[in-house]
């Protein structure tokens, strides 16, 4: 594989990404991953785990690369290179 790009041109369908933040509630955490999202170059995020402990929060994002409906069938032919 050439590049960092080339194996995010491989994913079909989106990215999890989880951390610990430092924040003050549940909502600022989810805020902030959201954020961290659109930082990281995914605009199309959720947040689907939140939960606060002591000084943050342990946080999931979902970075969407690609809905279902947008993956290029021409993917599913690079499954073997």
Known sequence: MNS?????ER???A???ETFLICRSEQEAGQLMLELLNQMGFPNG?????QHEGPG????GRAYVHTPDE???????????
Do not use: N, S, T, Y
């Open 4 to 8: 960092a790009h080339e194996a995010l």
């Open 11 to 13: 994913v079909v369908d």
């Open 15 to 17: 990215i999890d990404i």
């Open 46 to 50: 959720d947040v689907v785990f939140v």
């Open 57 to 60: 929060a342990r946080v999931r």
């Open 71 to 81: 993956a290029p069938l021409q993917m599913i032919g690079k499954a073997g290179q």
